[in-house]
């Protein structure tokens, strides 16, 4: 449609907004037009959506609207302004400009404390059949009315339903003090408002009470009174601002909150609002098939409903009917000028990033949301996550803040805070953080995921005995559950070097009727045997783990996912032992279980991890065009998701492809690229890839042919506790073996000082012990290497 056609130059947007080039760009930087860039960046391609532009213009010139104190000038008829004078339009104009300036004022910031407010249900006071849908439906149209707002809290329909409903309040007409003491802890509010509707002659009249029934506070009082059913939104306008006005906001708050006509982020039609509030509050509480047939009515009556639209895509994807799904969602994004900020922001969010596979676009709406809602939850969630997934740590660290000050006990919050301040290199503020969490709140639902996050910071940092104290804290508080945590036990017995004891816990989880408990020990076991250079048990081991996975449901998306895991790493093993062949099975095998899944768009690192393994084999296999095609492919796919870290894989190809031209010193340009774009310790804080640094390292000492020691500093990284020294423990194992040959070679060589050559045959000698203690029982493909450390090790000690 020519509504969804992009706008998508500073000259076409210009002429849609009917205003200078300038006037767009200046408007852009200081009051948020909704303008977005092909790449991002300052210098790319403008373009934007219809859609969005109406809805900002709508949203600039209402929100500065009071809440009834004071009116904005309506525009003055048409024949009025044909007898108006040179000098009277200028004074217009200047007049007008004033009017203007006032109404595209930025929003103020958020206020240090927003009331909480639950709306509950009213009395049916007349007892009239005609008024039982509007005991629910009006109180409904107010809190739609007032979602909009940035300085009120208002519970929203589904969630005070399903409160109301767990209270077996669901249908109360009223609610007694004893009630609404239980509403406010059910939902955390500061204060709730209940009202009654009476109807005289053709006049309804509605009395609102709000009040705190934790205290003796006497309740503040408002009341509307409208003509019919047609009243009922400028009723709701009107209480919405009384509301805020008996909460006691600043009039300065209240002159510059969102608050367009309710009508507009709704409906103007009375039927179509009463079957959209019946369907909503059904579809809330799972009785979809009830729910969609009266939303599908009510966008019947008003076919630009696009509030009805929206939650008729979320009942229908509910309920699996995907034909629906997609007509709905693109029905509600074609008419979402007719949302609020709050209700188009998520929509857009979930619709780029489900549907239209948009990444750029879905980070835009969340950008947008957060603009105007920096404290709703959702959006806030999922900008961290967004930026945390760009691995931009500094971006997703203020989001996580910023969310944390409006959600005090979130946990999402607190570990995105923990995983930013590690990836930042403050890890002393990221246990204090999660200190502060674990002793304020013993009681919290997810205390448990913040000890285990503080496990984790221990894990990585080498501090065992607290990773294990932490450990046995949970299974003091939570007996029963020690199958869940062996694990956890056996990571951190893993990374202390107690092989033995890793897998006797291990073993436990062998054989237990929980398949992901199996295949979780098997990589594990998998792990611990490639760290000792066993890779024909490392690849029986990952046979195990298919038949493992044979036992669980093939819907299982993470079932799935993990087989593509498992397929994949054997074609590593198979890699390892020069079986290219079998290696290309497997690897295809793992690609045809994501090819197979509609999920797999947005698992982009799964598959990129399964092409670049492809490309490394085509490159051993001397095929060249395949390897070249995989590589412009991973380029394509890395551009698809505008993530700039991850071009690490595609530097990462380019450098390996460099290694077999013979040019390792380009190759060294490459992979130096690549390491620079690695986040340490990473999103999941269980370190940073090992192969982007020992690529670089092994790249350096090719292009000078010797152990070189520009080499030692990269190699000992993968020693370090922030690399993932479980995950490729080969590659952890041989980088012990080239520290002690550049430390050997530097005892060889002459014109150190004794004390150098001293301190070289140490570390020599303490790398060299270290390989061997790793791989002393290796299999044979390795015994070149394990024989030199070995020989070596020998004349170092005999010196």
Sequence with gaps: MEQDRPLE?????????????????????QLDLPIHRLDGTPKARVFAYKNELDGWLETKLKHAQDSGEERLPTRPRLKKWLGVSAFGLSVLAAGAFLVLQRQLLPLLPLPEHKPTLAILPFENASGEVTLDDWRTALPDLIITDMAQSRIVNIVRITDLYRALVGLKLGEANRFSDDDLRRIVEKTKVDRVATGAILKEGRDLILTVSIRDPRTKEAPRLIRADFAGERGVFAAADNLSRGIKQVLDLDKRQRSRDIDRDVRRVSTASPQAFRLFSRGFRLAGVEKYQEGIVLLQKAVEIDPKFALAYKYLWRACM???????????IRKAVGFSSRLSERERGDMAVLFYRDHDMNPARERAALERLWRFHPDDRFGGIQLMISYSDREDWGKALAVAESGLAANKQEMIFIAGIVRCLENLGQPDKALAVL??????????????????LREKCHLIHNRFDEALADLEAQRMRYPGREKFDIDRKSIAQIYRGDFAGAERELDKLLGQEDVSLNLGAIMLLRDIRLLQGKVEEAKALLHRGFEVAARGEESNRGLRLMLAVLHNELAYLHFMTGDFDEALKEVETAEGVLQAGTWVPMNPLSRLEVLRMKALLFLKMDKMEEFERLVLKVREIIAGQQNPKLMRMYYQLLGHGEIKNNKPRKAVEYFWKALDSTSVPGFELDGADPRFFYDLADAIERSSRTPDPRALPIYEKILSPLVNRLHHGDLYARSLYRIAKIHDRSVLDGGARAEEIQNSRAKAIEHYRGFLNLWKDADPIFAAEIRDARERLSFLESR
Excluded: M
Aim: with cysteine.
């Design 9 to 29: 130059s500073w000259k076409e947007i210009s002429g849609y907004l009917h205003c200078s080039l300038r006037t767009c760009q200046r408007w852009e930087k």
């Design 318 to 328: 509910n309920t699996r009917r995907e034909t629906d799904e997609k007509a709905y």
């Design 435 to 452: 200190n502060d969490f674990i002793s304020a709140y013993p009681e919290h639902p997810y205390w448990s995921n913040a000890v285990l």
